[in-house]
T-cell receptor
């Protein structure tokens, strides 16, 4: 069964350092999402891509976060500089297209900022 | 703006007993509703959805949910709980009348099934 891949699974970094996460969606899925899940809360959308274009980044803290999906396949989410409050689970999800009802989630990257 | 409320942080149930995990929602139009489950150190797994039609929706692993428009609820149910059902459950909503709106999740309910 096809799955969304994410790496690394765990990342510990010091504040003010740069960190990057990678996501490879299910083959053929045009829509890719990055979510942040703070402990004890539900996932919150950071950015949504349709192919290589950003369609929603209204909740992305653009002063320190960036995301790209250059060839419309895999994607990278970067944080620079990391802050203590960025400690969270970062989840990637994909769907066939933006109107698809079901999103398929990867295992996530747990980030700890010290 | 759309929102989801899961009023219980934790639900405890004995194995073999029925379980209910509550969810209420708020959207300006008509909703698409979803339940996801998250096991430790794993991503979210899709359980079931309500799009249109029959208010009772059946999903994976014997779970079902009932859409109640008058009460704006979409409670998750299972007739007989298993220890392996112990996990974190998220309800989510999307407003079908508002274009490409994002999925909004509740804060989650931790289900503990005791043998």
């Amino acid at each position: 069964e096809a799955e969304v891949a994410q790496s690394p699974r765990y990342k510990i970094t010091e504040k003010s350092q740069a960190v990057a996460f990678w996501c490879d969606p299910i083959s053929g899925h045009a829509t890719l999402y990055w979510y942040r899940q703070i402990l004890g809360q539900g996932p919150e959308l950071l950015v949504q891509f349709q192919d290589e274009s950003v369609v929603d980044d209204s909740q992305l803290p653009k002063d320190r976060f960036s995301a790209e999906r250059l060839k419309g396949v895999d994607s990278t989410l970067k944080i620079q500089p990391a802050e203590l409050g960025d400690s969270a689970m970062y989840l990637c999800a994909s769907s066939l297209n933006s109107w698809s009802y079901e999103q398929y989630f990867g295992p996530g990257t747990r980030l700890t900022v010290t | 703006a759309q929102s989801v409320a899961q009023p219980e942080d934790q639900v405890n149930v004995a194995e073999g007993n029925p379980l209910t995990v509550k969810c209420t929602y708020s959207v300006s139009g008509n909703p698409y509703l979803f339940w996801y489950v998250q096991y430790p150190n794993r991503g979210l797994q899709f359980l079931l959805k309500y799009i249109t039609g029959d208010n009772l929706v059946k999903g994976s692993y014997g779970f079902e949910a009932e859409f109640n428009k008058s009460q704006t609820s979409f409670h998750l149910k299972k007739p007989s709980a298993l220890v392996s059902d112990s996990a974190l459950y998220f309800c989510a909503v999307r407003d079908r009348n508002s274009g490409n709106t994002p999925l909004v999740f509740g804060k989650g309910t931790r289900l503990s099934v005791i043998a």
